[in-house]
């Protein structure tokens, strides 16, 4: 399968979108005082942790598949003589 230029770059930006924002929301988790009532952080923390950690595991895979997407446009317009 081979992806469009557009939906590739759709994918890099989700990518970055991703990276931008959730360490930003683990710096607030963080900082709330929620996060440290128990003597090893609460479950609030670790729920977000978790919630954090899963969602940047996606954004890199969707951002490593829109790369692989336009290099996969380049290789075949090698192919083509484009």
Same mark, same amino acid.
């Not at 829109?66 to 997407?69: A, I, T």
């Given at each position: 399968m081979v992806l469009s230029r557009r939906w590739s770059l759709v994918l890099i930006v989700v990518a970055v979108w991703s990276w931008l924002i959730w360490p930003r929301f683990l710096l607030a988790i963080w900082d709330d005082e929620r996060s440290w009532t128990?003597?090893?952080g609460s479950a609030f923390f670790w729920i977000h942790v978790l919630l954090i950690t899963v969602s940047l595991g996606f954004g890199t895979a969707v951002g490593v598949l $829109?790369?692989? $997407?336009l290099r996969g446009l380049r290789g075949s317009r090698k192919n083509t003589g484009l």
């Open positions: 128990a003597p090893h $829109g790369v692989l $997407g």
